[in-house]
C-alpha cells in the first residue's frame, strides 16, 4: 500500500465492508483539485458518506495509519514476493521468513507506520501485530497453494477510460489466466467475509475491475475472488456482461453525483456505524465539528437535492 487519495496506490485495494477497518491510509498530497478518475475505494467512500469522499479527496486530509490497514499492506506484500520464488519453495516458513524484510521495506517507504509501535519500547505490540500477520499468511494456504499457481500479474496496476470520459483506474491484487485463456481476478483481504446480506458491496470492487479488465481486454473475467485470510473464507462469483454493463451505468451516476457536489460544495454526512472508523469525526457536522473552508470554485446547488446518500453497490 502506498498512501494516495485517488488512485494508483495500493491503499485503494480493499473498500471496506460493513463492520471492518478500512483497508485504506490516505495522508495528506497536493492542493485540492476537482476528481479526475474514480477507484473502487473512492467510489465505496462516496457510496458509504458524500463527505468521507470530500474530506479524502477534495480536501486530502490526513489520516492516521492504523494497525489493521498497515498490517494488511505487509501481508499484501509478503503474499506478492512469495512468487518471486520457484514454485516449490513456496512453503509456509519460506513466507513467514519474508515478513521481516518486508515489514522493514514498508517503514522505510512510508515512514509515519512507524508511529503505531512509538508507545511500544519493549516491542511487544509489535511483537504481537507481527504474529498476527504470520497467522493471516499461514490461512492463506489452507486457502489457496502458491505451488500450484503462476499468476499472470500481481499488484496489477489498471486504468480505463468509459466512453463517457470517466476513468477508471485501481490495483487488482492478482490475475490468473488459464491455458484457456480465461481470466481469474483474485483481491485478498485480512479481514473477515462479510455476511451473506453484505456480499453485494464485498463484490462491487470485483465487479468494477472486472470492468476495467474487459474495457482493455475485451474479455469478460470468468471469475472473481475474494479471498479472506481473516476468517478462511473464499468467495467466488462469476460475472456475465450484463454485470458489468450494470456497474458501468452506476459508476456514471455515481461520477455524476460526484461532479455534482464538486460543483456545489453540497457535500452531505451519512452517519453509520463506520463512523467509528472515521478520522474526520472532528470535522464532521454529525459530530459537532466543522469542515474546512471549500477549497474549489463553488456554484449553485441544483434543486432536488441529487442521490447523495442512497447509493449503494448496487
Ligand atoms: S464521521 Fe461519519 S458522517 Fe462524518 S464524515 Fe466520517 S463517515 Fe461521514
Not at 488459464?178 to 464485498?202: F, L, M, S
Not at 457536489?261 to 465539528?289: I, V, Y
Request: charged content about 30%; proline content about 11%.
Amino acid at each position: 500500500m502506498e498512501t494516495s487519495t485517488e488512485g494508483a496506490t495500493r491503499p485503494d485495494i480493499s473498500p471496506a465492508g460493513p463492520g471492518e477497518a478500512p483497508d485504506t491510509v490516505v495522508v495528506a498530497g497536493p492542493p485540492a483539485a476537482p476528481p479526475a478518475s474514480l477507484s473502487p475505494s473512492r467510489a465505496s467512500d462516496f457510496m458509504q458518506c458524500p463527505l468521507l469522499y470530500r474530506f479524502r479527496v477534495i480536501d486530502r486530509l490526513p489520516e492516521k495509519p492504523s494497525e489493521a490497514a498497515t498490517r494488511g499492506t505487509l501481508v499484501h506484500a509478503v503474499l506478492e514476493r512469495l512468487f518471486d520464488a520457484p514454485a516449490g519453495d513456496r512453503t509456509v516458513p519460506r513466507a513467514k521468513s519474508l515478513i521481516p524484510g518486508q515489514w522493514d521495506r514498508l517503514r522505510e517507504s512510508r515512514p509515519e507506520v512507524a508511529e503505531l509501535f512509538a508507545d511500544d519500547p519493549e516491542g511487544e505490540r509489535l511483537a504481537r501485530w507481527l504474529t498476527e500477520a504470520e497467522a493471516l499468511v499461514e490461512r492463506w494456504f489452507s486457502l489457496e497453494d502458491p505451488s500450484r499457481l503462476e499468476p499472470a500479474e500481481r499488484e496489477l496496476f489498471v486504468e480505463a477510460e468509459l466512453d463517457s470520459g470517466l476513468r477508471l483506474r485501481g490495483i487488482i491484487d492478482r490475475v490468473d489466466v488459464a491455458p484457456t485463456g480465461e481470466v481469474r481476478i483474485v483481491d485478498y483481504k485480512t479481514g473477515k467475509a462479510p455476511r451473506p446480506e453484505y456480499a453485494e458491496g464485498a463484490l462491487f470492487q470485483m465487479k468494477f475491475y472486472a470492468l476495467v479488465v474487459w474495457r482493455l481486454k475485451k474479455v469478460v473475467p470468468r471469475r472473481l475472488q475474494l479471498v479472506y485470510l481473516g476468517s478462511g473464507d473464499v468467495l467466488t462469483y462469476d460475472p456475465v456482461l450484463a454485470d458489468l454493463e450494470r456497474v458501468e451505468r452506476k459508476l456514471l451516476a455515481l461520477w455524476e453525483a460526484i461532479r455534482r457536489a464538486t460543483e456545489t460544495g453540497d457535500w452531505r454526512p451519512r452517519p453509520t456505524k463506520l463512523c467509528g472508523w472515521c478520522d474526520h469525526q472532528a470535522h464532521c457536522p454529525e459530530f459537532g465539528g466543522t469542515p474546512p473552508p471549500y477549497p474549489l470554485p463553488l456554484r449553485a446547488p441544483e434543486s432536488g437535492g441529487g442521490e447523495q446518500g442512497r447509493m449503494g453497490p448496487d
